[in-house]
T-cell receptor, first 112, second 111 residues
Framework: DGGITQSPKYLFRKEGQNVTLSCEQNLNHDAMYWYRQDPGQGLRLIYYSQIVNDFQKGDIAEGYSVSREKKESFPLTVTSAQKNPTAFYLC???????????FGPGTRLTVL | QKEVEQNSGPLSVPEGAIASLNCTYSDRGSQSFFWYRQYSGKSPELIMSIYSNGDKEDGRFTAQLNKASQYVSLLIRDSQPSDSATYLCAALYNQGGKLIFGQGTELSVKP
């Protein structure tokens, strides 16, 4: 089955901790994206990567970091510098930056 | 600031009616537009994409694009309770290929 997987589905973090959210795709897509969604809001772009070993900041990159060492993987680290990290995090991918983006199932992060 | 605006709703329609969802965008350079459906607690799934002025139909769904007015709409014919969800409009910002999302319109279809 081709698709995008995210893990874990739910994540709880204590204040001051860094946590890493996983995103894997087996669609052979070149581009991958991370979005954040807050209740009643649309999606806001955190980081994106159009090719392995390269990534760009989105609109709300502060307090987050990413890596793209493999084509199929684009993990997101939520650092302790992110002041309000509780949100629904969505990973997406596509073949190129003008193509339709497809989403993984998401990770719901809660800070305790 | 590139923006996409949607009425947040909720929009309530009776079963079998036509639901009309609207979206405006600020970037005249945007060429590609997408409608996603998002059920509560789930991730967005693509309903329609549209790139040219006019209408595009897919089953009960019709997307309409008017680039002169910077306006995109989604019509859902014969609405079903299973269509109850939040509908997200997105415009592709050509510089860097970034998708800009609206805040979503919540649709409720009453049996």
């Amino acid at each position: 089955d081709g698709g995008i997987t995210q893990s874990p589905k739910y994540l709880f973090r204590k204040e001051g901790q860094n946590v890493t959210l996983s995103c894997e795709q087996n669609l052979n897509h070149d581009a991958m994206y991370w979005y954040r969604q807050d209740p009643g809001q649309g999606l806001r772009l955190i980081y994106y990567s159009q090719i392995v070993n390269d990534f760009q900041k989105g609109d709300i990159a502060e307090g987050y970091s990413v890596s793209r060492e493999k084509k199929e993987s684009f993990p997101l680290t939520v650092t302790s510098a992110q002041k309000n990290p509780t949100a629904f995090y969505l990973c997406a991918s596509n073949r190129g930056n003008t193509d339709t983006q497809y989403f993984g199932p998401g990770t719901r992060l809660t800070v305790l | 600031q590139k923006e996409v605006e949607q009425n947040s709703g909720p929009l309530s329609v009776p079963e079998g009616a036509i639901a009309s969802l609207n979206c405006t965008y600020s970037d005249r350079g945007s060429q590609s537009f997408f409608w996603y459906r998002q059920y509560s607690g789930k991730s967005p799934e693509l309903i329609m994409s549209i790139y040219s002025n006019g209408d595009k139909e897919d089953g009960r769904f019709t997307a309409q694009l008017n680039k002169a007015s910077q306006y995109v709409s989604l019509l859902i014919r014969d609405s079903q309770p299973s269509d109850s969800a939040t509908y997200l409009c997105a415009a592709l910002y050509n510089q860097g290929g970034k998708l800009i999302f609206g805040q979503g319109t919540e649709l409720s279809v009453k049996p």
